[in-house]
């Protein structure tokens, strides 16, 4: 029976994210619970419900508001998996296997944030410092940390490695290609309609969600930006228009088209703090730092947790699409990923992939 926290499918619940895009209604806690344990049920329907309603309370246990999900749930979930080494965020080495298997559901730069969260906290540093000091080293150019092994450090001081075959092809990660998403979603609509005749990739968007369309994701992009936007300013605590609706007024307001319009950026909001020249993802990761400390702050906070949680499910669908997941089985399965048109936009250069191979060291 397997023990790992259920938290690792938070971003993979897609029953939470069509009662926010769908019904515009509140998601409780005891939903996500429900929804957490049946995601994990789907990988195994032939072990008794009690074993997994176990596995649920020791997921959720200590955990009594949403913010708590991130804030003590995640926490667990980046610390059992990362350790800091010299300021440097590694994968424990004896997790490793478990790591790959983890990225399918969830995307790195999040578990990144939360264990520099739980580290160094974000008080006592400007976002410059924060930035330059502890994040840049750490997801310069790729969110995905490697584990500390002594014997293949030894190897890249000795000489580097050497991989004859490497694909390099649909090898740019979901967090560098989710700033690109949110930055152009026209187009990136335009990449998946080309695509969408193909009649495997149809099957994937069927298999995927039933929000999965190139119209309805384009939809999603668009409510994602200003979800991000609301985030941003909840994290610094500027007023905005909405600030004083209930939650439902804000669902209903981050997918109508006048806010849409109002939000419409090409810019990330971070750069209204930090240097313009700084990586988006860095700027995304800086974000997330500060939202943690808000809900840390206040646990009570239904509202940002809220936001966050549809924000990340938004992100959580577009990691699926993009990345072959546990349940896919065979050649035609990463085919469909191959083929769905959405890392067109962002591979149209290499120079990120190869700097993403290469490491935030560029030692590799």
């Known amino acids: 029976m397997i023990t790992e926290s259920y938290i690792k499918y938070l971003l993979s619940d897609d029953a939470s994210l069509q009662t926010y895009y769908v019904k515009k209604e509140q998601v409780g806690l005891g939903d996500i619970g429900r929804h957490l344990m049946l995601e994990e049920r ?10 997994y309603r176990l596995g649920q309370r020791r997921t959720l246990d200590g955990i009594k508001t949403k913010s708590q999900l991130f804030t003590i749930g995640l926490k667990r979930l980046a610390c059992d998996f990362l350790e800091i080494r010299n300021g440097k965020i590694c994968v424990k080495a004896d997790k490793m296997n478990q790591w790959q298997l983890l990225l399918p559901y969830m995307p790195p730069l ?11 906290g974000c008080q006592g540093y400007d976002d410059e410092e924060y930035v330059s000091q502890i994040i840049r080293p750490n997801i310069a150019y790729t969110t995905i940390s490697s584990p500390y092994i002594p014997q293949i ?39 998946l309609e080309k695509a969408y005749g193909n009649e495997k990739v149809m099957e994937q968007y069927e298999q995927t969600s039933l929000l999965s369309t190139p119209s309805s994701f384009y939809k999603l992009l668009k409510t994602a930006v200003c979800l991000r936007q609301l985030l941003f300013f909840y994290a610094y605590d500027k007023p905005f228009d909405e600030e004083n609706g209930t939650f439902e007024v804000i ?12 939000y419409a950026t090409t810019h990330h909001p971070m750069e209204a703090l930090l240097n313009k020249e700084t990586p988006s993802h860095l700027m995304e990761c800086m974000l997330y730092v500060r939202l943690l400390h808000t809900m840390n702050q206040q646990p009570e906070n239904d509202t940002v947790s809220s936001l966050f949680h549809y924000y990340l499910l938004i992100l959580g669908l577009a990691n699926k699409m993009m990345v072959q997941q546990p349940t896919s089985y065979g050649f035609e399965e990463f085919q469909k990923i191959t083929l769905n048109g959405l890392r067109e936009y962002s591979e149209k250069s290499y120079d990120r992939r190869f700097l993403q191979m290469s490491g935030n060291e560029l030692r590799h």
């Open 153 to 191: 450090m030894d190897m890249l001081r000795e000489g580097g490695l050497a991989d004859l075959h490497v694909h390099l092809n649909g090898s740019l990660e979901t967090d560098l290609t989710w700033q690109d998403f949110l930055r152009n979603p026209l187009e990136i609509r335009h990449e």
């Open 251 to 262: 669902l209903n307001a981050v997918t109508e088209e006048t806010m849409q319009t109002k």
């Open 110 to 120: 999040i578990l990144m944030a939360v264990r520099m969260w739980h580290e160094y």
């Open 42 to 51: 789907a990988n195994n329907v032939y072990v008794p419900d009690h074993y």
